[in-house]
């Protein structure tokens, strides 16, 4: 799954534009390194995100095509570093 549609159904981004526009800004990391829009999630992958001076950090659970509010939450874990 693209890692811009995956942001969007987890709940993580409110919008798929905004974010291709997180990715497009290099505030989108895969394993550590920049990811566009387009590159592919898989399972197990650490995804981490800059959202202004906070960084937050993920480990994908699950790849589903659509999810509802009470289990998105489910298709990822926090990391804490």
Not at 1 to 28: G, N, P
Not at 66 to 80: F, H, L, P
């Amino acid at each position: 799954m693209r890692v811009d549609k995956y942001l969007k159904v987890s709940r993580i981004i409110k919008r798929r534009t905004i974010a291709q526009e997180f990715c497009r800004a290099q505030k989108v990391k895969i394993n550590g390194k920049t990811a566009k829009p387009s590159d592919p999630l898989r399972l197990g992958d650490i995804v981490s995100i800059q959202f202004g001076m906070k960084i937050v950090e993920f480990e994908v659970l699950e790849l589903r095509e659509g999810s509802t509010k009470d289990n998105a939450a489910q298709m990822y874990r926090e990391v804490i570093s």
